[in-house]
C-alpha cells in the first residue's frame, strides 16, 4: 500500500484561494458577530461547512452542459437522466426535483397523513421537518453504538432491527413508509451495511410498508460495504449500489452530494402506485415532468456525475480524505468522533476544550479559532445549535467532492497543531443575540473576555491561574 493519497485527477480549470492574513481575519470576523454563517466566502481560504452543491465537477460534466437539450417537453437531457438513474437503482419511475427537500416533500405529501409516523436510522434535519410538517412522527432508531462517539462499530448508522420490528408491530397501519439513511449524514456520515439493509427490508416487507433510501451518499456507503463487510470485497461498488437499492421500493437523493453536482434531486420508485400524484404535485410547484425544476444542463450533469461518483479510484481518494485527517487529528490531540465518516471529520470541541463548559459554547470557540488560525470554515453542532438539546459538542469539517488536495489538508493540519499547543487560552462565547429558530444561521456571538481586546491578540488570553 501506498502511504500518499493522490486526487484520482488532474486539474483543468483553477480557481484562487482567498490568502487572508490574520489580522484581517480578526476584523472580518469581529465584523461577522463571530458566527462563521456570517462570513463572506471571499473571506474564507478553505471551507468545510458542507458538502452539499460544493463538488467540482469533471470536463465531462461542463461538455455535457455544453450539448444539453433545453426543451420544455420530452428533453433528451432528461431521457439521459432518466436511464441513468434506472441503470444504477433499477427503478423505473424517476421524477427530478430541484434538490433533497423538494423530492421529501413531494412523497411526504402525497403519502404521509397527521398522526402517522416515519421510522428511519436517523432522519437528516430537512426530512425531518418535512415529516413534521405533513403533522406526522420522524422517529429515530439507529443502533446504540451509533450514538456513542469513541465507538469503533463498522457501520454505525445500522438501523436497530430489533426496535424497528416491535416498533412496525405496535404502530401498524399508521406508518406510511419506513426509511434508512445510507450514509447516516446526522449520525456522523456513518455507513449502514448491506446485512441491515436487507434486515430492514424484510421487517417493512413483513408489515406491508414501502421502504424508501434516503440514497443522497449511496456510493460512499456503497463503497464502506465493500472495504467493510464480511464477503464483499471482490464485487464492484456498481454492483452493491444495484443490490442496495433492490432491497427498497424507491429512494429520495440529494444530487448535491454523490451525483457531483451543483443543484438538483430526484425520486425514483420501483412501481407506479404514488407516480400519478406525484407528477400531478411536481407540475403544480416544480415543474413539467421531464425537467422538475432544474434545467435541462442540470439533469446531464446529473447523468454523468452519477456514473463517474461510482469510479473506486474516486471512492478510495474521497474516503481516505476524512479518514486521513481524523488519524492525523488524533495523533496530535484533537478526538473526533470515530471512525471517520464518508463526507466529514467531526472534532470532539467538549473533549479538546474541557476548560470551556457547554454553557460557553466549545465548538463555537473551536471553530472561530480554526478560522482565525487558517481561514477554515467550519460548522458547529452542539449547543449552538441545539440549545440545551446538544447531546455533543461537535465541529464538523464537511469536505467538498474534488476541490481540496492534500497539500491542502497537510497545511490545515500544521496550523491545527499550532493551534492545539495553545489550546488553553481559547475563550467561550456568548450569544448577544439570536433568533427564536435555527438560530445557528444567524446569532451574534461575542468572545467571553475579560481583558480589552486589539487587534493581534484575539485568543491570547492569560491562563486562569494568573487571573486568580
Ligand atoms: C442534504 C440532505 C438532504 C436534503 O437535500 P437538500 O438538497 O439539501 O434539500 C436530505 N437527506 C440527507 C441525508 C442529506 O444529506
Same mark, same amino acid.
Given at each position: 500500500m501506498r502511504k500518499t493519497i493522490i486526487e484520482p485527477f488532474k486539474i483543468k480549470v483553477v480557481e484562487p484561494l482567498a490568502m487572508k492574513s490574520r489580522l484581517e481575519r480578526e476584523a472580518i470576523l469581529q465584523a461577522a458577530h463571530f458566527n462563521l454563517f456570517?462570513?463572506?466566502?471571499? #473571506?474564507? $481560504?478553505?471551507?468545510?461547512? $458542507?458538502?452539499?452543491?460544493? $463538488?467540482?465537477?469533471?470536463?465531462?460534466?461542463?461538455a455535457g452542459m455544453m450539448v444539453a437539450d433545453e426543451s420544455y417537453a420530452g428533453s433528451r437531457s432528461f431521457?439521459?437522466?432518466?436511464?441513468?438513474?434506472?441503470?444504477?437503482? %433499477?427503478?423505473?419511475? *424517476?421524477?427530478?426535483?430541484?434538490?433533497?427537500?423538494?423530492?421529501?416533500?413531494?412523497?411526504? !405529501?402525497?403519502?404521509?397523513?397527521? %398522526?402517522?409516523? *416515519?421510522?428511519s436510522n436517523n432522519h437528516f434535519d430537512t426530512t425531518r421537518?418535512?415529516?413534521e410538517?405533513?403533522?406526522?412522527?420522524? *422517529? #429515530?432508531?439507529?443502533?446504540?453504538? %451509533?450514538k456513542i462517539p469513541e465507538n469503533l462499530h463498522p457501520f454505525k448508522g445500522n438501523i436497530d432491527l430489533v426496535r424497528l420490528e416491535a416498533f412496525c408491530e405496535e404502530h401498524q397501519g399508521k406508518i406510511p413508509l419506513g426509511m434508512l439513511t445510507i450514509t447516516n449524514n446526522t449520525g456522523g456520515g456513518q455507513p449502514v451495511s448491506l446485512e441491515n439493509i436487507k434486515g430492514a427490508a424484510r421487517i417493512y416487507r413483513k408489515f406491508g410498508i414501502p421502504f424508501i433510501l434516503d440514497a443522497c451518499r449511496f456510493a460512499e456507503n456503497s463503497y464502506f460495504i465493500k472495504i467493510r463487510e464480511a464477503g464483499q470485497s471482490t464485487r464492484t461498488v456498481a454492483d452493491i449500489a444495484h443490490e442496495t437499492f433492490e432491497q427498497a421500493d424507491g429512494c429520495m437523493m440529494c444530487a448535491k452530494k454523490d451525483a457531483l453536482v451543483n443543484i438538483g434531486g430526484f425520486i425514483a420508485l420501483k412501481n407506479s402506485t404514488w407516480v400519478q400524484e406525484l407528477r400531478n404535485q411536481l407540475i403544480l410547484t416544480e415543474g413539467f415532468p421531464t425537467y422538475g425544476g432544474l434545467a435541462a444542463r442540470d439533469l446531464e450533469a446529473i447523468a454523468i456525475g452519477l456514473q463517474e461518483v461510482l469510479q473506486e479510484?474516486?471512492?478510495? &481518494?474521497?474516503?481516505? $480524505?476524512?479518514? &486521513?485527517?481524523?488519524?492525523?487529528?488524533?495523533?496530535? !490531540?484533537v478526538p473526533t468522533v470515530q471512525p471517520a465518516g464518508g463526507h466529514a471529520v467531526y472534532i470532539d470541541a467538549k473533549k479538546f476544550l474541557p476548560h470551556i463548559p457547554p454553557s460557553e459554547f466549545p465548538g463555537q470557540a473551536l471553530a472561530?479559532?480554526? &478560522?482565525?488560525?487558517? !481561514?477554515?470554515r467550519s460548522c458547529e453542532i452542539g449547543s449552538v445549535m441545539f440549545k440545551e438539546a446538544a447531546k455533543m459538542e461537535l465541529v464538523r469539517l464537511a469536505f467538498p467532492r474534488r476541490v481540496y488536495t492534500q497539500s491542502h489538508f497537510d497545511y490545515i493540519l500544521e496550523g491545527m497543531e499550532e493551534l492545539s499547543s495553545r489550546?488553553?487560552?481559547?475563550? !467561550?462565547?456568548?450569544?448577544?443575540?439570536?433568533?427564536?429558530?435555527?438560530?445557528h444561521f444567524t446569532a451574534k456571538f461575542a468572545p467571553l473576555d475579560d481583558i480589552p481586546r486589539k487587534a493581534g491578540t484575539f485568543t491570547v488570553r492569560r491562563p486562569a491561574v494568573l487571573d486568580q
Open positions: 456570517l462570513v463572506k466566502s471571499e #473571506d474564507v $481560504t478553505f471551507d468545510f461547512l $458542507t458538502d452539499s452543491g460544493t $463538488t467540482a465537477m469533471s470536463a465531462a460534466q461542463w431521457h439521459r437522466f432518466k436511464d441513468a438513474v434506472t441503470e444504477i437503482t %433499477g427503478y423505473d419511475h *424517476v421524477i427530478p426535483t430541484h434538490q433533497g427537500r423538494a423530492a421529501e416533500r413531494l412523497l411526504f !405529501g402525497v403519502t404521509i397523513r397527521p %398522526g402517522m409516523k *416515519v421510522p421537518a418535512n415529516i410538517a405533513s403533522g406526522a412522527e420522524a *422517529v #429515530d432508531l439507529v443502533i446504540a453504538e %451509533g479510484d474516486y471512492l478510495r &481518494y474521497r474516503v481516505a $480524505t476524512s479518514a &486521513y485527517m481524523a488519524k492525523r487529528l488524533n495523533e496530535m !490531540g472561530c479559532e480554526m &478560522y482565525l488560525q487558517d !481561514g477554515v489550546k488553553e487560552f481559547l475563550r !467561550g462565547y456568548q450569544i448577544v443575540d439570536a433568533p427564536p429558530f435555527l438560530r
